[in-house]
T-cell receptor, first 115, second 121 residues
């Protein structure tokens, strides 16, 4: 069965510092990978996705992620964090099944930004 | 373009009652999925509907059910509520493309609503 691991439950960075959130997946076939962000009291917003091709994908809000098949990883990065980036971040693997799809999520990483 | 709309946003029920949550997808999106989010279990897939048919189901008891209408709007129902059903219930919609299941051209990429926060007392 597929699974997603986000090893860091909480991360604190200073505003302007770089950020890397870790994500490891376990899936036997070609992975479809996503990063979502959730602000307090809100739903999930898609940051970026990887299906195939270039292993470095660009997303919204200045985020990027790199797919590394050999390490089963899809880490999220941002060169300079803004206070508004404080939120919870979820990595997910998408499964095409039953004619449709479903996502398996990691447990999330709570990002705190110090001013 | 309006996003995914979920109603109600907040509700409180007591054990043993039932609840119905509603979801209106983005215009043109024909697939609707439901997820439950709790502090203990995280985000878990409930079910997915397309063309008024459930085509995927997660590992939840039969107390959890859903349906989809001809206009793609969806409802989910939880009967005989338990304390553990307290959660944020998230609905997501996605476009469907012809040619078989894939994520190409944005097909099956989920856009989530703000959720319905259910508290069971």
């Amino acid at each position: 069965a597929q699974s997603v691991t986000q090893p860091d439950i909480h991360i604190t960075v200073s505003e302007g510092a770089s950020l890397e959130l870790r994500c490891n997946y376990s899936y036997g076939a070609t992975p479809y990978l996503f990063w979502y962000v959730q602000s307090p009291g809100q739903g999930l917003q898609l940051l970026l996705k990887y299906f195939s091709g270039d292993t470095l994908v660009q997303g919204i809000k200045g985020f990027e992620a790199e797919f590394k098949r050999s390490q089963s990883s899809f880490n999220l990065r941002k060169p300079s964090v803004h206070w508004s980036d404080a939120a919870e971040y979820f990595c997910a693997v998408g499964i095409l099944t039953g004619g449709g799809n479903k996502l398996t999520f990691g447990t999330g990483t709570q990002l705190k930004v110090e001013l | 373009k309006a996003g995914v709309t979920q109603t109600p946003r907040y509700l409180i029920k007591t054990r043993g009652q039932q609840v119905t949550l509603s979801c209106s997808p983005i215009s043109g999106h024909r697939s609707v999925s439901w997820y439950q989010q709790t502090p203990g279990q995280g985000l878990q897939f409930l079910f997915e509907y397309f063309s008024e048919t459930q085509r995927n189901k997660g590992n939840f008891p039969g107390r959890f059910s859903g349906r989809q209408f001809s206009n793609s709007r969806s409802e989910m129902n939880v009967s005989t509520l338990e304390l553990g059903d307290s959660a944020l219930y998230l609905c997501a919609s996605s476009p469907v493309r012809s040619g078989g299941p894939s994520y190409s051209s944005g097909a099956n990429v989920l856009t989530f609503g703000a959720g319905s926060r259910l508290t069971v007392l």
